[in-house]
């Protein structure tokens, strides 16, 4: 069937960077893009009215871990101040021997009784996409388990998953003093690397071409050099993308020249893995950073001489007190940003006013991280990262991934007058005004209903397990405190029934 989109705004494409245009059409037959310009001339059999709207490619989210992220909601405003603002090591580290309570991401791979569970988890996290516009994303290395529940989700709504269980040679826990202590196994390892080729050989393509195969060795202090050559050859030989987290973080790039005596990036680049292909998930703890005091570094050359892809994560990492060092470096560089969520919420939007903002505090200049810029990357970039040219664009031959985006606010004034639609978006939308979805040329969300999705019940389920975890913090904390103590209230509770309100003598 050919449907022609109408009336509105539309992101176009040409000559490898996008246009905009008022009141041109995008028309569309089985999957493809086939017009984007003035009227179209020919037949069609569906009109869709885009009448207030932006019309877009689809957001790529390059970084994602699933689930609710419950236990990321202990850390805002708090947390160790020994791991540096590293998110992941506050909430996925437990006490040796012990696991987080009631977070599947963190069973054992032979775990009976949980597949349920775990399909929530991945409707969650490919729903809120999807509701947010997102139409591709690549999850970082959860489980076997949890990647093929993605893959089941990702046909069922039609969001385009890049998937593939995780591995590494070893993991943090916390020791007897609650100190990190890593654990090698890099025979678990090469099993893991063993389970993502044959989990890559079974989906890659399924569900109509929407799953995809990626090789996630999940963190660089935590891979082997061994194991980082076996995954460039393996990428190599099926031709898949590659993620990992690598300098991510204070501690990991320390780790790295104390053991090594090279950074994260010149490690990865002497076992052959910087390509354009590669996804550095953050990549903003580089050599070049001056607050890391390290002396001699190109990292950012290396990075920007093999066009390697970063998946920035804004929000998740300014809550952190971190930020990108300097977009306009990077971007000068040669490396390839994109835009991740990491955790919550999956809001390309916000993601994208969140990296133009702190772009320009970080470059010191106003025209930095531009709108145009940041939504490229959470396009154009993130489509460059798996190695696609049929994604993040709308032009004739490209996949038909289209968002529209009401650009009324609803029932509020948040818009206001608008002149240029991108940036009106970056600077005031948010991902709840993503109204009709597109995947691969078949609607999956319109009016902002996605069928067969009960959103209240999802949300309700998602409470449910968060006070669960949450009740059981304290037996996996490895400084065994309550959730409570780990994330004191904003504003104390206990404090009025602890007062006596003094009334005045009659």
Known sequence: MRTSIRGGWVVGHQNGAHTLEQGAEVVYEDGTILYVGPRFDGTVDEVIDATGMLVAPGFIDTHVHTGHRASHR?????GRPDYFGQPFLEISVPKEGKRIEGDVRYLRPDEPGVDDEIDFNAAFTVTEMLRNG???????????????????????????GYLGPGYDSGRWVGDEKGRLKRIMNEEEGLKGLQDAIRFIEEKDGSAGGLVRGLLSPREAETTSVDLLKRTRAAADEMNVPIATHAAYSVLEFHDIVREYRMTPIELLDSVGLLRPTLNIGHGNFVSDNLRLNYSGGSDLKLMGDAGVSISHCPINIVRRARSLDSWKKYQDAGVNISLGSDTYPRDTILNMRSASYHGKIMSHNYRHATAGEVFSAATLGGARSVGRDDLGRLQPGACADIILIDLSGGDTLRFGPILDPVKSLVECGVGDDV???????????????????????????AQETGEYIWRHWHESDPLGRTAREASPWSFCPACFRDQQLARPEA
């Open 74 to 78: 202990l850390i805002a405003d708090a």
């Open 134 to 160: 997102i139409t591709t994303f690549v999850e970082f290395g959860s489980q076997l388990r949890i990647q093929n529940a993605l893959a089941r989700q990702c046909e069922k709504l039609g969001v385009r």
């Open 435 to 461: 109204n009709t979805v597109i995947v691969n040329g078949v609607v999956r969300m319109r009016d902002r209903k996605i069928p067969g999705v009960d959103i209240p019940a999802m949300r309700r389920r």
